[in-house]
Each structure stands twice: as C-alpha cells, then as structure tokens.
C-alpha cells in the first residue's frame, strides 16, 4: 500500500553531517522524496509537533534538544512507508536499537537519538501540517 510519511533528521544529525547517508538510506530502500526542508524549530512549533509528550517528565528536554539547531524534514512516499520507517529508525533509546537501523548503526543518545519518524497516519497528518505549512 503506497501511502506517506514524515521523518527530520534532528540537531544532532545535521551537527554530525549524517543528512545525506540518512536520505541516501531512504532513498536505496526504493522511497521517493516529495517534500525536503531544512529550518530551526520554534519553541511553539515543537511544542505542537510534540504535544502528545507535553506531560511526559523529558518534555522541557525534547523540546529543549529539537529547538537547538537546524533540522532537515522530509516527506517521503512508498509502500508501507510509516511502519518500513519506523522499523528503518530502530528503538527510541540507540543504545537499545538493533544493528542495520540508522540509531543502531550510528546513536547511542535518547534525546539525541538523530531522526524523527512518524508512529502512525494520524501523527504524519498533524506533524505535517505543523513542519510544511
Ligand atoms: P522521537 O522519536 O523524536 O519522539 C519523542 C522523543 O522524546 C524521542 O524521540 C526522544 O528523542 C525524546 N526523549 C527524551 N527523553 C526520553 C525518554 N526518557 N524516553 C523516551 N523518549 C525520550
């Protein structure tokens, strides 16, 4: 099923120049890039991109972290492109994630864990709209 999804390479992987292998990974997979943007979140927009955490303890944290630098968005389209991506990204915590995924291969942070991915159609809809508007 051909269907989209979003993914930001965060501070830490702008600041470590892992944009291109990260794209390129996606890309080799056989996912088609539609939209491509690089910015610095505003306090307001990553507190709207990760509203769904607001009462979690790291909160102040994550929205510390994502705010730190410039980040690089993108959309991509493919089949199975939210659940492939996901699995692609690896586990939340990199040093827990499996060897062959991107925070497996090239993280050991948690807040500093490189990439984004949307976890499901309603999150790529609202996180969208909060990264292309
Ligand atoms: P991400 O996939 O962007 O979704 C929410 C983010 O919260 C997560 O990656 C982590 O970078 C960040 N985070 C910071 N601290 C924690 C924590 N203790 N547990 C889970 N996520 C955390």
Known sequence: MTEQTLFIV????VDRKLVG?????FEKRGFNIVKLRMFTFTKQMAEEFYSVHS?????????????????VAAV?????????????IG???SFEAAP?????????GISDNIIHASDSKESFEKEVAVVFK
């Open 10 to 13: 965060k501070p830490d992987g």
């Open 21 to 25: 292998e990260i794209i390129s990974r």
């Open 55 to 71: 009462s979690k303890p790291f909160f102040g944290e994550l929205v510390s972290f994502i705010t730190s630098g410039q980040v």
């Open 76 to 88: 991509i389209e493919g089949n199975n492109a939210i659940t492939t991506t996901r699995l692609m």
């Open 91 to 93: 586990s939340t915590k």
């Open 100 to 108: 062959g995924t991107i925070r497996g291969d090239i993280g050991l």
